[in-house]
């Protein structure tokens, strides 16, 4: 099956599937057997890179490795609230890197739509975290208008 998927909705069905098979069924050696074709065969694309993500942060106890693939994720989905969120939280919490937080909070350089534009349920999640952390980084303005986006 994993030779011959093909395409993005295939490598989110695999990303899925191991995060089912470790969470799930609680069967991790099946889980990292699949992890390891999945990262083999899809290493670039951004839903496999937030899994893998998510896992090395969460799962495997090594947060520090998480972020090259939360970086890959918000690159390939830059509309995408959930990874965006992660992102933010591995940046401010585990790298504390101030300046790539505040780059991604403010969207000035890269793709993607200003933060206070994007849609989905799972938007208000980001602009909670969003709002936290430009308050921190002297963003008060921001991080209003941000919580004021967060209670709509």
């Known amino acids: 099956y994993i030779e011959a998927c093909r395409g993005e909705a295939c490598a989110a069905r695999l990303a899925e599937n191991v995060a089912m098979w ?9 889980a990292s057997v699949l992890r390891t074709m999945m990262m083999r065969k899809f290493s670039d694309d951004g839903i496999v890179a937030y899994y893998a993500g998510r896992f ?17 994720a918000a690159e390939k989905l830059p509309d995408n609230p959930l990874v965006l969120r992660e992102y933010l939280m591995w940046l401010d919490m585990e790298a504390k890197d101030s ?7 403010e969207r000035k350089q890269g793709k993607g739509k200003a933060l206070l534009e994007l849609p989905g349920p799972r938007a208000s999640e980001l602009f909670c ?3 936290a952390s ?3 980084l002297g963003l008060a ?4 208008q941000l919580w004021a986006k967060t209670m709509e």
């Not at 470790?22 to 099946?30: A, E, F, N, S, W």
């Not at 090395?56 to 890959?72: I, M, P, S, V």
Request: glycine letters at 4%; charged letters at 30%; zero cysteines.
């Open 22 to 30: 470790h969470h799930g069924l609680k069967r991790t050696k099946v």
């Open 56 to 72: 090395l942060d969460y799962d495997a106890n090594q947060a520090k490795k998480a972020g090259k693939y939360y970086a890959l």
């Open 99 to 105: 300046a790539k937080l505040k780059q991604l909070i």
């Open 129 to 131: 975290e969003a709002a």
């Open 134 to 136: 430009a308050k921190q």
């Open 141 to 144: 303005k921001f991080s209003q």
